[in-house]
């Protein structure tokens, strides 16, 4: 899986799990949708991704942006 599919399919989650969190428990949680939003527009201008930086630093991303998930195999 490439990176920026994978970061979209996290942002998506993280949106859809912050509607139903301010559907049933309070609208506080939309700021989370906000969040997500903020931190994909900051990305597109700067380049600047933290969990593909966290990624990179577990040995799961390599230099083509392809994740290997649980580590690349030697």
Known sequence: MKI???IRAM???VVLVSVA???FV???W?????FAGLN????A???FCPP???LSKLGWLDADGVIHWGGRKS
């Not at 939309?30 to 906000?34: D, I, Q, R």
């Not at 994909?40 to 990305?43: A, R």
């Open 45 to 47: 201008f700067t380049g």
């Open 21 to 23: 969190l301010a559907h």
């Open 4 to 6: 920026e599919s994978f």
């Open 40 to 43: 994909l527009l900051q990305s």
């Open 52 to 54: 593909s930086i966290v």
């Open 30 to 34: 939309l700021l989370l949708t906000c």
């Open 11 to 13: 942002a998506g989650t």
């Open 26 to 28: 309070s609208p506080w």
